[in-house]
């Protein structure tokens, strides 16, 4: 409603047409409609996650997404990493210059798919210690949605500010659901892999910068390069903060009543062989993390970064994909909509 009453209705049938909200990142008091907008999603989404998860997400953190199908590629193992590193910064108390995160994992497992199980039953280890310590305080939540679905989406998506495409460089055919977070204003943040690639091309092209997107890890062609000499475990030992966290997992701080129950984890971790080079884009992630933290505290610009990213999602329309199939393959002629 808040777009329509600006530039018109007309964009839901012409995607290409938000490009005109680019202009209005530059109104203060559209950003402040934005920013209203932005918070009343996140409160309904914050109600869900408070419905099905028991956890309780305040609005006016940042709201870190990753909901898509549980696959080692897409490495929701990296995320999680990532949340044991902010909570291992919190219980030593490094804790300055803070920004409160609110971290949302969802998705489905193939029925016989042990690893991404495992994974997921870390994410809920974790999340249980981070949400019920009191020394946290809030500061960091984390919670994994049962039964992810399209009902769900519905609400999760307007309702995120960072979203999570992290996947190897390489291994993503394309997907959609980091089309469907920018189009609802959330910032990327993410490898260039997949979709991601052009989500990226569509900020440069808008703002003459990528200051809209997070951009972190190895590329497709460095993968390949790395794989022949990935020591992993030095990687390890020269990285404080990654040491810490894999540290925290091998003491069974997370499974003090289930000895060994993350040893699958940390042996794939700790491969040579890591066919998704966890442990060699941490440090990245990390700093990119850390970036994102920073940006989400100027809430003016991260509205403003909000708006540039739905403006320049017009490029990820069917209709626009039909048009083009047609003009280079079909060659049909066009027949206006009733």
């Given amino acids: 409603r808040l777009i329509s ?17 680019a202009a209005l990142a530059d109104d203060a008091a559209f950003r402040a409609e934005w920013q209203a907008v932005k918070r009343a999603n996140k409160q309904r989404l914050a109600a869900l996650v408070q419905r099905d998860c028991k956890v309780t997400f305040d609005p006016d953190a940042l709201f870190d997404i990753q909901v898509k199908r549980i696959h080692e590629y897409k490495r929701q193992l990296l ?19 803070w920004t409160p995160r609110c971290v949302l994992i969802g998705g489905k497992a193939a029925p016989g798919y042990f690893m991404a199980k495992r994974i997921i039953t870390l994410i809920c280890k974790v999340a249980e210690m981070v949400n019920g310590d009191a020394a946290v305080g809030g500061r960091l939540k984390v919670a994994f949605l049962p039964n992810y679905r399209v009902s769900a989406m519905e609400i999760i998506a307007p309702g995120a500010d960072l979203s999570e495409q992290i996947s190897t460089a390489g291994k993503e055919a394309s997907g959609t659901g980091n089309m ?29 910068n990528d200051d809209a997107f997070f951009l ?13 000499h990935y020591d992993p475990v030095e990687i390890i030992a020269a990285d404080p ?29 700790k491969s040579p062989h890591d066919p998704w080079l966890v442990a060699a884009d941490f440090r ?53 909509p009733a």
């Fill in 241 to 269: 903060d990654l040491k810490r966290v894999v540290d925290l997992i091998e003491s069974g701080h997370f499974n003090h009543l289930e000895p060994g129950l993350f040893d699958p984890i940390l042996d794939a971790i």
């Fill in 79 to 97: 995320n999680i990493l990532h949340v044991i590193h902010l909570y291992a910064r919190l219980k030593a108390g490094e804790d300055a210059d």
């Fill in 216 to 228: 972190f890890g190895l590329t497709a062609q460095e993968v390949e390069a790395v794989r022949a």
């Fill in 5 to 21: 009453g600006r530039i018109g209705p007309q964009w839901g049938r012409q995607l290409d047409r938000l490009s005109a909200l």
């Fill in 284 to 336: 990245a992630y990390v700093d990119a993390q850390a970036r994102a933290a920073k940006a989400y505290q100027d809430r003016d610009g991260w509205a403003r970064k909000s708006i540039q990213n739905t403006a320049a999602s017009g490029k990820f329309s069917t209709d626009r994909t039909m048009l083009e199939y047609n003009a280079e393959i079909w060659k049909l002629k066009p027949v206006a």
């Fill in 180 to 208: 469907k977070f920018m189009m609802n204003g959330a910032l990327t943040i993410g490898t260039l892999d997949g979709a991601n690639i052009e989500i990226r091309e569509e900020l440069i092209k808008l703002t003459g």
